[in-house]
């Protein structure tokens, strides 16, 4: 059973707009949540994170939104640059109780391509 | 060097080899993971190592065999694996257990014969 799912492996957006990528959780207990980004050949870069005692965090470029009531959370990228096309993962975790915060639960990843 | 490196960067094995991966990161950080990465699936979390104990196993099979010499190395040996351990593994450090975002190097892709 996928605890964190990215429902749309891939998005395409031009440059200049905004990306939106979405991310659902059923897990109650995941109380952090975080974004990477990942390019061929390379490991998982982080790229930003919201607990959830915030909705909003906001980085440059990215915000993360979090609507804990629909367990949803979703990555603005305002504007989009060809550089952004990238695979973005979303990743959870249970911080409160004591758990390791490297111990991710990841979504299976949306593929960005952002048109020049 | 910087960050989190892993060697080496592609593995060909066969079944009945035994291999090591390598893990090194220069971030002072005291908790080192083990993921893994099979094709059209999420990355999953493998081994926790904090303060070179491990603090988790995720139920992961006894042909891998972590191995955590200091906070600063991490390793993986592999024996009589299985074509279906063909995958990325990945690993990554953190601050600590309960401290700071985790960290990853650019893994290595195995592939099992």
């Known amino acids: 059973d996928q605890q964190v799912k990215q429902n749309s492996p891939s998005l395409s957006v031009q440059e200049g707009r905004i990306s939106i990528l979405n991310c659902d959780y059923t897990?109650?207990?995941?109380?952090?949540f975080l974004w990477y980004k990942k390019y061929p050949a390379e490991g998982p870069t982080f790229l930003i994170s919201?607990?959830?005692?915030?909705d909003k965090n906001e980085d440059g470029r990215f915000t993360v939104f979090l609507n804990k009531s629909a367990k949803h959370l979703s990555l603005h990228i305002v504007p989009s640059q060809p550089g952004d096309s990238a695979v973005y993962f979303c990743?959870?975790?249970?911080?409160?109780?004591?758990?390791?915060?490297?111990?991710?639960?990841f979504g299976q990843g949306t593929i960005l391509t952002v048109h020049p | 060097e910087t960050g989190v490196t892993q060697t080496p960067r592609h593995l060909v094995m066969g079944m009945t080899n035994k291999k090591s991966l390598k893990c090194e990161q220069h971030l002072g950080h005291n908790a080192m993971y083990w993921y893994k990465q099979s094709a059209k699936k999420p990355l999953e979390l493998m081994f926790v190592y904090n303060f070179k104990e491990q603090t988790e196993n995720n139920s992961v099979p006894s042909r891998f065999s972590p191995e955590c010499p200091n906070s600063s190395h991490l390793f993986l040996h592999l024996h009589t694996l299985q074509p279906e351990d063909s995958a990325l593994y990945l690993c990554?450090?953190?601050?600590?257990?309960?401290?700071?975002?985790?960290?990853f190097g650019q893994g290595t892709r195995l592939t099992v014969v």
């Open positions: 990743a959870a975790s249970a911080r409160a109780g004591g758990t390791s915060y490297g111990k991710l639960t």
């Open positions: 897990n109650s207990m995941f109380d952090y």
């Open positions: 919201i607990s959830s005692i915030k």
């Open positions: 990554a450090s953190s601050q600590g257990s309960t401290q700071g975002e985790a960290f």
